[in-house]
Each structure stands twice: as C-alpha cells, then as structure tokens.
C-alpha cells in the first residue's frame, strides 16, 4: 500500500514537473515569436518610413524643379513678343494648375509643413504671373450698363456681356482678368450655365452680376469672381484655385484646391476644399460641406485628381484675426437646421 502511495506521489510530482517544463517551453516560444514579430514590425516600419522619405524627395526634387521653370518663364516674359504674351502668360498658369494637381494627390504623405510650403509658394507664383501680366499687358477699364433688361446682345462663345471701355472710377483689381477664356459679365437676374466641354481646363470670370443662378456643369482650372450680389454660384471641382472678391448676399456651391475671398460679406459657403479656405476683410461668412451634384461630377473629380476624401471646408484662415486662442468673429460654421440639404437648379 505504502509502495502504491509512493508511486502515485512520484507520478503524480512526474506530472506536475512535465507540465510545469511545457509552460516554459510555451512561454519561451511565444516570447520568441512575439520577438520575431516586433523585429517584423520594426523593418516593416523602417521599410514604410524610408519608402515616405522615398516619395518625400522626389516631391521636393520634382516640385522644386517645376517652380523653378516657372520662374524662370517668368523671368523670361520681357523677351516675348507682345503678340505671344497672352499665349505665354496662359501656358505660365497652366503650368501652375499641373503643379497644384501634383501637390494635391502628394497630399497624403506630405508632412504639413511641406504640403503648407508647397501651398504658400504656389499661391505666390499665381500672384507674380498675375502681376507681371498686368504690367505688360494692361487692361482695358470698362463698366457695365445700368439697364440690364433691356440689354439683348448675341450670344458669344464663353460670354454672355461684352466688356464697355469707358471709365470707371474703380480700380482695375476690381476687375474680372480680362484674359479669361470664358466670361459671364453684368447679367441681372439671369440662369446662366457653361457645360464640360466649354469650361474644361480653362479660367472662367464672373463679375458683375446681380440675382442670377451660375451654373458651370464641369471643371475650369481657376475662377475669378468679383462683384456679385444676391447670387448663387455653382461649379464642379476646380483643380487650381478660386478667388472670390466684393461680393454679397451670395450662396456659393464650389469645388476646389484653393479657396480665397476678399471683401465679402452676407455669404454662405457650401464648399469642397483640399487646402483651407482663407478669408481677408470679410464679415458674416458662414461654411458648410460641399453638397451639388451633377451628373459627370465623379468623372470631373477624377480626371481633376482633387481629391474626394480631403475637405477642409470647416477649416478657415481669417488674415484679419491674429489671435491664435480665439475664434475669428468674421466667419463661422452654417448652422445644420438652416443649410439647404437639395438644390432645385
């Protein structure tokens, strides 16, 4: 009996001892494959940081290697002919719009710092081809006739207004660029619309007008609008930028990379906008998302490559208010209960 006991007690501390021997062995394993896997998770990670910095250089490389061609075809613009300068100074912006496209789809690997960079440089490019534009190829001031009701005229392609050359006691910054392809000028109470292929890749003004409905059913490179009142203006993604300046009591629907307005007040802002939107001198601006559609929309965003999942439309720079701890009082988000949810255009 005693023997038995023993050699129950002896199995039984046998038992203990290979169970205790198959946790370590267990423990031992796992803690080797848990140390493989952190060693995968590392490479992996190094793999994935040095494929960022990869793609990092080559956008600096190709970036600053574009912005250097246009600078130089900026530089250049005092040796084209007069007859070439249109031809030239429309190629510049071109050439700006590819290279606001290129940042935009690096977009999801650029540090901010970079992508704001990137931004700031491309906005100042904008400006100095304009600039330069300016001074060699001045325009013409012009105003609009007092009677828009009784002003019928023929239609022309990519304008609805012909542009008047008589005084005006503005200044000519007041002005649509005069060089845009497609032009809507001094419309009152009208429903204008320009489809894809009349507006594609190309820069469109509207100044001027008073309680119309703009339709731009496709996907200009810029729009320059100045001077509207009481109206609604719709467009599709834009790949370049906006610039919006003195306008009221305005709905404005918009799709773009770059958003700016000046001197604007009484407007809502329904808008799309991978940047951020930037405000100067306005009051009573209120933001809410992007909400048109049209039937080539998707179509128009792809071949744009603006992105659909990068919307800052919320986000908004007030070059007016420097407080970093306060919100600026000049604009604020378009309240859900009064946003208008379907467009009956």
Same mark, same amino acid.
């Given at each position: %009996? ?5 050699? @129950? $007690? ?20 796992? &803690? ?6 952190? &060693? ?11 494929? =960022? ?22 530089? #250049?613009?005092?040796? =084209?002919?007069? =007859? ?13 719009? &590819?290279?606001?496209? @290129? *940042? ?8 901010? @710092? ?8 491309? %906005? ?36 609805? $207004? ?19 392809? /497609? ?19 190309? #820069? =469109? ?41 003195? /306008? ?19 407007? !809502? ?24 559609? @049209? ?13 659909? *999942? ?7 720079? #007030? ?7 306060? !919100? ?18």
């Amino acid at each position: %009996m005693a023997d038995w006991k023993g050699t @129950y $007690r002896f199995s039984n501390n046998t038992v203990e001892e290979s169970s205790k021997n198959q946790s370590l062995v267990t423990e031992k394993l796992q &803690k080797r494959e848990d140390e493989r896997q952190e &060693k995968l998770r590392k490479k992996q990670a190094e793999d994935d940081s040095f494929k =960022v910095q990869e793609s990092l250089q080559i956008f600096l490389d190709t970036f600053n290697s574009e912005r250097t061609k246009l600078e130089n075809g900026l530089s #250049d613009s005092v040796a =084209v002919d007069r =007859v070439h300068l249109t031809e030239h100074f429309d190629q510049l912006s071109h050439h700006v719009t &590819k290279l606001q496209r @290129y *940042v935009s789809e690096s977009a999801m690997f650029l540090p901010p @710092y970079e992508l704001k960079t990137a931004q700031n440089v491309l %906005m100042s490019l904008q400006g100095k081809i304009q600039e330069k534009r300016d001074e060699m190829l001045p325009k013409k001031k012009f105003a609009f006739k007092s009677n828009r009701k009784t002003e019928k005229k023929a239609a022309v392609p990519c304008a609805v $207004r012909s542009e008047e050359t008589i005084k005006d006691s503005k200044s000519e910054d007041d002005l649509v660029i005069e060089h845009a392809a /497609c032009k809507f000028i001094g419309a009152f109470n009208e429903t204008l619309r320009k489809e894809a292929d009349e507006i594609n890749k190309k #820069d =469109v003004a509207l100044a001027g007008l008073t309680e119309c409905t703009v339709l731009l059913c496709g996907a200009p490179s810029a729009i320059h609008i100045n001077k509207l009142k009481n109206c609604k203006i719709f467009c599709g993604p834009v790949p370049g930028s906006i610039f919006i300046r003195e /306008c009221s009591n305005c709905t404005f629907v918009l799709a773009c990379q770059q958003l700016r307005i000046h001197s604007t007040t009484e407007s !809502h802002f329904y808008i799309h906008v991978t940047s951020k939107a930037i405000i100067e001198d306005c009051n009573t601006v209120k933001f809410a998302p992007y909400n048109w559609s @049209y039937e080539q929309l998707d179509k128009h965003y792809q071949a744009t490559g603006l992105s659909k *999942v990068r919307n800052n439309w919320d986000k908004v720079d #007030d070059f007016n208010w420097l407080a970093a701890d306060a !919100h600026s009082p000049n604009w604020s988000i378009l309240e859900e209960e009064k946003r208008i949810s379907s467009w009956n255009v």
